[in-house]
């Protein structure tokens, strides 16, 4: 079946450091998974902070940016100066367009002040 | 934005006794989902819905488990009867459509121990 492994948290890092947090994925349903990016902030819901649906693309948002490497299948989440709002649980997920999501287990990243 | 709201929070069951549990989806959303969290562990799909059909479930989705959305109301999981390994917390979650480019929006998810 379908797989995502992203890095073992959590992660701890100083406000305005550079971040990267790794997912690499595995699809056997689909060649091309959507991919994604969640976000679970203190006290809130999961909501989506990315998605790329075409390999070799780039999503961005709040800062974030993650790029489809079909190659290396990996999807990295990168920013390049972190804030403490960006305290979080993150999630790396796949589906195969049908909706149903393949999460990772999730990164808890803390940011310093 | 839009919210799935997840009715209660917390429940606490006795082992063997029924469990229900509600969501109120995005407003006009037509595609309805439960996702099952275990402490320390990943989400796993459990079902999706349509129509008043369920679409796919996987082999989480045991036979104990039920869903429905009764004339538009909430989106319901049930369990009749409930067993220790049901402890986690469940997410529901509802989107407009299928496909590419469709976005998911999920709630806080319902942390359910059973006793």
């Known amino acids: 079946g379908d797989s995502v492994t992203q890095t073992e948290g959590p992660v701890t890092v100083s406000e305005s450091e550079s971040l990267i947090i790794n997912c690499t994925y595995s699809?056997?349903?689909?060649?091309?998974?959507?991919l994604f990016w969640y976000v679970r902030y203190p006290g809130e819901g999961l909501q989506l902070l990315l998605k790329v649906i075409t390999a070799g693309q780039k999503g961005s948002s709040r800062g974030f940016e993650a790029t489809y490497n079909k190659e290396t299948t990996s999807f990295h989440l990168q920013k390049a100066s972190v804030q403490e709002s960006d305290s979080a649980v993150y999630y790396c997920a796949l589906t195969g367009g049908n909706n149903k999501l393949t999460f990772g287990q999730g990164t808890v990243l803390s940011v310093i002040p | 934005g839009p919210k799935v709201l997840q009715i209660p929070s917390h429940q606490i069951i006795d082992m063997g006794q029924m469990v229900t549990l509600n969501c109120d989806p995005v407003?006009?959303?037509?595609?309805f989902y439960w996702y099952k969290q275990i402490l320390g562990q990943q989400m796993e799909f459990l079902v999706n819905?349509?129509?008043?059909?369920?679409?796919?479930k996987s082999k989480l989705f045991k036979d104990q488990f039920s869903v429905e959305r009764p004339d538009g109301s909430y989106f319901t999981l049930k369990i009749q009867p409930t067993a220790l390994e049901d402890s986690a917390v469940y997410f529901c979650a509802s989107s407009s459509r299928t496909g590419s480019n469709t976005e998911v929006f999920f709630g806080k998810g319902t942390r359910l121990t059973v006793v």
């Open positions: 819905f349509y129509n008043g059909k369920v679409m796919e």
């Open positions: 407003s006009n959303h037509l595609y």
């Open positions: 699809a056997t349903s689909i060649a091309y998974p959507n």
